[in-house]
């Protein structure tokens, strides 16, 4: 009985994903967040339809799922497109981290928030939501010279955002001082870093042996469950582990015709899943939480994004078409913003309700406008886009 109330549930969401999918099509609306909302619909802020163990199986779906985004995304950090992109990838993403972290903490001081709480808060809001983004940019079937670079950005900010949260809960006080900060940033991003090598140059070697030119499906899915497991098992960031072994495919992987056909093919049913159950698992009812200290946090994130995006632009050297876009496009945030808030919870007990219920009502806000924003921009430029520009 079970099993087969396992089997009814997967294939209805299946089912009702692909239905998402085509009134997407036809209100313009990014599926990702007509997903998020028919999870919404059928989860527990909705009518609650789901099985309790369904949303229990988000932990395990979201894993593998932006495993294998981190893969997609770090294959964009090939020699080839940071030659081109490299100065805007950079300028941008680091701008954005640093502005979001500045304005956000400036902000919610300015407003009565304890430094310390506005700090922490101001690290958690330079999350995005790497998954969202690079679907949105798949559903639109625009590759240009703007999506290759905000693939690079979303594949790279989230590294400058665990450092700049690994600094700031030092500086508060609640990350052991120097010693905390060289553990945490040790332990997530040069573990993560490390691991992603280990695994990338064998794969890059290895893989699409058996079948020339392209590595079989079976090699993607072992490459992107290996990499996970091992991830979580040495307690190092899985996001950051896929990317590095992405790119290491991607640039050392001569054999290949392209490195990431395979996961491309089987990654859907998996994001399917993952933004129906993270929809489910959305409790729309912090949203009656959020209160001036919320409301704040996400009109200064929104600004924070937009000028820090903008500062970025101009010292990459961006043209003015996609100088006022990379800020919109980076809005959607998710699980990585949860998993800061839920560190800064447990290392600053006394701010862990202010911090966790504040993120969680922020990010039903951002996952559920933010895609949005991004095909919005993304449109916006392909059609401003002279046809002898450059892609």
């Known amino acids: 009985m079970e099993h087969g109330l396992l089997l009814v549930t997967l294939g209805t969401l299946f089912l009702a994903g692909l239905l998402a999918d085509a009134v997407g099509r036809l209100t313009r609306l990014p599926r990702v967040t007509m997903l998020l909302l028919l999870g919404i619909l059928v989860g527990q802020s909705g009518f609650d339809l789901l099985p309790d163990d369904a949303v229990a199986w988000f932990d395990l779906v979201s894993i593998f799922a932006l495993t294998m985004v981190a893969f997609l995304l770090g294959g964009e950090l090939t020699g080839d497109n940071l030659a081109r992109h490299g100065r805007a990838i950079l300028s941008v993403s680091l701008a954005v981290t640093v502005g979001t972290t500045l ?16 700090l922490l808060l101001g690290a958690v809001a330079t999350a995005t939501d790497p998954a969202a983004i690079a679907d949105v940019v798949r559903e639109s079937g625009i590759r240009s010279r703007f999506t290759e670079t905000l693939k690079g950005i979303v594949a790279i900010d989230d590294v400058w955002g665990i450092i700049v949260f690994s600094v700031c809960l030092a500086f508060v006080g609640h990350g052991e001082g120097l010693m905390g900060l060289i553990d945490g940033v040790g332990r997530d991003l040069l573990g993560a870093v490390l691991l992603g090598v280990v695994m990338g140059l064998p794969a890059a070697a290895l893989t699409g042996r058996l079948k020339p030119g ?29 990317m590095t072994a992405g790119a290491v495919i991607a640039n050392f992987a001569r054999h290949h015709d392209y490195a990431f056909h395979e996961i491309e093919h089987v990654e859907w049913p998996f994001m399917l899943l993952f933004f129906l159950l993270a929809g489910a698992s959305l409790d729309i009812a912090t949203l009656t939480t959020l209160g001036i200290a919320g ?9 924070a994004r937009i000028a820090g995006a903008e500062v970025g632009a101009r010292l990459g050297a961006v043209s003015g078409a996609e100088r006022h876009a990379y800020g919109p496009a980076l809005l959607p945030q998710a699980g990585v913003a949860v998993g800061m808030a839920l560190v800064a919870a447990e290392e600053a007990p006394q701010w862990g309700p202010t ?3 504040l993120t969680i009502a922020a990010t039903v806000v951002f996952e559920v406008l ?6 919005g921009v993304l449109r916006r430029l392909e059609r401003a886009e002279a046809p002898g520009d450059e892609t």
């Open 103 to 118: 304005i956000v903490w400036g902000g919610l001081v300015a407003i009565g928030l304890d430094p310390g709480l506005a």
């Open 214 to 242: 392209e590595p079989l499906q079976a090699e993607a899915l072992g490459i992107v469950c290996l990499t996970a497991g091992l991830a979580i098992w040495l307690e190092v960031s899985f996001l950051i582990a896929g």
């Open 295 to 303: 409301a704040a946090y996400v009109v200064l994130r929104v600004v």
């Open 355 to 357: 911090i966790l219920t």
């Open 370 to 375: 933010g895609p949005p924003c991004t095909l």
